[in-house]
């Protein structure tokens, strides 16, 4: 005799939560990833310690992720090295101001005949960076440096899962203050759950709208 298992509705509001939790927890441990690799596989290259960039982790991920693989779509016969020396000269000229670093990534880039891919690149990565911040202002949120809007970056490739949670009508407020606590407990991530959660209830209603 198979046994019938029952759970209410604040039940299954609870398991809900704690997946898209576990979903979106697994995609910033990706992102994080990401960046100490192409950082560490360019360091290694270069003999420049470039770890001062690991606190911006999910950020860099979320934002040169999908620049990565723009031009390994495009590039293919790129070596793993090639790519992260590419990535690594967008990422020195978005995340640093340190002009002696751009310099030294020039240089390599110049001696590998990657500069016109790395232009290609640089260009993706700033249509990307317009889109971006032309959809966190229309949620009315003020951001006004670089700097700022950088922070946010690690939202991009969590999008798609916001967006069908919001279609889905499952999360309320009360939900989605669990899960944006639950995010900005990462170190990875560089902006406060009191903003993490007023700019994911903010995407929410802006998908349901």
Known sequence: ??????????QKKYLLVESFNNVISTKIKE?????????????????VNLEFLFGWGAAIGGFMGPVSDYVK??????????LS?????IIALYYTDNKDL??????????????EIFKD??????????????????????????????????IIPILPMLWDVAKSG??????????ATRLAGFSVITISGIVL??????MIKRFTS
């Open 121 to 154: 690149a640089k260009n993706k990565s700033s249509q990307l960076y317009k889109t971006f911040v032309s959809f966190v202002q229309s949620l009315n949120i003020q951001v006004h440096k670089m700097t700022n809007i950088l922070s946010y970056t690690f």
């Open 197 to 202: 959660k007023n700019l994911m209830w903010k």
């Open 73 to 82: 779509g495009k590039y293919p016969h790129l070596s793993e090295l090639e």
């Open 170 to 179: 499952q999360f309320n407020y009360q939900e989605t203050t669990e899960i």
């Open 31 to 47: 992102m994080s990833d990401f960046t100490k690799k192409t950082l560490k596989e360019t360091s290694k290259q270069i003999g």
């Open 1 to 10: 005799m198979k046994m019938q298992v029952i759970i209410n509705e604040s």
């Open 85 to 89: 020396l590419i990535i690594t000269s």
């Open 102 to 115: 751009v310099g030294i990534m020039y240089k390599e880039l110049k001696s590998r005949n990657l500069m």
